[in-house]
């Protein structure tokens, strides 16, 4: 019974539940992606212009038809 128990409880507490910890490492740009991402950057800020310049002609045919 000895045998059993002891090489079970030697194995048992051998294994580790938590899964060891993963380096932190910072993101390497790949240039591939990265002219895609400066293109939809300024696609944003293109979009944001034309936003703000479409609420102020709506201000001011709200005003021209007050």
Do not use: H, W, Y
């Not at 000895?2 to 899964?19: G, N, T, W, Y």
């Not at 944003?44 to 936003?51: I, K, L, N």
Request: charge should be neutral; glycine fraction near 2%.
């Amino acid at each position: 019974m000895k045998r059993i128990l002891i090489p079970l409880a030697l194995c048992l507490s051998a294994c580790d539940a938590s899964p060891p910890p993963q380096p932190q490492t910072g993101r390497t740009p790949n240039p591939v992606f990265e002219t895609q991402i400066q293109a939809v950057k300024k696609a944003e800020a293109v979009d944001a212009q034309v936003q703000a310049a479409a609420e102020a002609q709506r201000q001011q045919m709200d005003a021209a038809t007050q």
